[in-house]
């Protein structure tokens, strides 16, 4: 599935904002979607992970409670809806796609088959 990530930009500190990810291909609906970020020099980092179904979430302890992973199979879309921002999460943001792996090791990049382009959020201090 090919992913197109969207929706970064700059942002104060507490402030929102919502990512967007629109995957082509008619089996949107069999993949378990996640977000991951990166800053330059450091690995990938997981964000949050949603299942097929949309019934299951996993959230990076940093980010529970601030963010929310939601998907509309209709619209072959996933969506990370960000609150109460902290410059620490500056990065470029993934959106990436995984079959079978994921529901056991949600946390890990090699779960993932395909990934988005990314989107850079910046949030000042």
């Known amino acids: 599935v090919q992913l197109q990530a969207s929706g970064g930009g700059l942002v104060q500190a507490g402030g929102s904002l919502r990512l967007s990810c629109a995957a082509s291909?008619?089996?949107?609906?069999?993949?378990?979607l996640g977000w991951f970020r990166q800053v330059p020099g450091k690995e990938r980092e997981f964000v949050a992970t949603?299942?097929?179904?949309?019934?299951?979430?996993w959230y990076a302890d940093s980010v529970k409670g601030r963010f929310t992973i939601s998907r509309d199979n209709a619209k072959n879309t996933v969506y990370l809806q960000m609150n109460s921002l902290k410059p620490e999460d500056t990065a470029v943001y993934y959106c990436a796609a995984g079959l079978v792996k994921v529901t056991t090791k949600p946390f890990e990049p090699a779960s993932y088959d395909d990934w988005g382009q990314g989107t850079l959020v910046t949030v000042s201090s």
């Open positions: 949603i299942s097929r179904t949309g019934a299951r979430t």
């Open positions: 291909g008619r089996t949107f609906s069999t993949y378990a």
